[in-house]
């Protein structure tokens, strides 16, 4: 199978009667029950809802790190729940850019070293991969802290570390989870001015899991996970 995914007219991302359950002991948690959920090329969706509602869950079946344990699940067409871990991994390291909760960064990496890292796992060049990987950094303000590592930044700086990270490869899908959450709100509006402009100018997909409103706001879709479902909600939300 090819790794470069056919420019598709179909839909980037179809979930269908998806359910995704994690096992504790003797008990099962229902963390995704029954949802359907699509997403086309180019759309631009604000994950919304309470603490434990499965957003993050949904995120990760998005970003092909969990496979459901049930329903069907394509992305570009291709069956997710079929494919080898092999496949995933190369999907996602050239399609998908993703931008964890809690930052994952290499702690004995420098922050460039850490952005450059989905480039050398594509074996680009260490000194290109490095040229982009300081050109990412100066697009999210840390161009200057490049050779700290992540215990010598601040919390929002690992954010930004971790968000070009996630933009450095040029993906066409960008997954974030609470991307902003420690970020001050100028440069949680920063960071969101650069999500859109990739969206608007490269067509990037974007889907971020956020609790601000105002934000949220942005975003054509507001998808509400409550309990392991979701729910498409029009115009404003509350979060
Ligand atoms: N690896 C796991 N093992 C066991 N339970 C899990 C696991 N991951 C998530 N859960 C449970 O699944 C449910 C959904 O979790 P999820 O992380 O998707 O919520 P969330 O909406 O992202 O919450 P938050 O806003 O706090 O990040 C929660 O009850 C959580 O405890
Ligand atoms: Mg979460």
């Known amino acids: ?112 070293d850490n952005v450059a890292l989905p480039l050398a796992y594509r074996n680009v060049r260490r000194k290109s991969a490095r040229a982009l990987a300081l050109a990412q950094l100066q697009a999210v303000g840390l161009a200057d802290r490049a050779e700290h590592r992540p215990a010598d930044l601040s919390g929002g700086q690992r954010q930004r570390v971790a968000i070009a990270r996630a933009l450095v490869g040029q993906p066409s899908l960008i997954l974030a989870d609470e991307p902003t959450g420690n970020l001050d709100p100028c440069c949680a509006n920063e960071i969101l001015e650069l999500f859109l402009a990739l969206n608007r100018e490269q067509g990037a997909t974007l889907v971020m899991v956020t609790h601000d409103a105002n934000l949220a706001a942005r975003f054509e879709r507001k998808v509400e996970v409550a309990q392991g479902r979701v729910y498409e909600r029009v115009g404003h939300v509350a979060v």
């Not at 790794?3 to 359910?19: G, K, N, Q, T």
């Not at 999907?91 to 004995?108: E, S």
């Open 1 to 112: 199978m090819s790794y470069e995914l056919e420019a598709c007219p179909s839909r980037l991302f179809e979930l269908h009667s998806v359910s995704q359950q994690y096992v504790r002991g003797n008990a099962t948690l229902c963390a995704l029950d029954t949802i359907d959920f699509t997403l086309d090329h180019g759309d631009t969706c604000a994950i919304v809802g309470a603490s434990g509602s499965g957003k993050s869950t949904l995120l990760n079946i998005l970003g092909l790190l969990e496979r459901p344990i049930r329903g069907s699940a394509r992305f570009v067409g291709n069956d997710i729940v079929a494919a080898s871990a092999n496949d995933l991994a190369a999907w996602r390291n050239r399609h998908i850019g993703f931008i964890f909760q809690a930052f994952n960064l290499l702690p004995r990496l420098s922050a460039l």
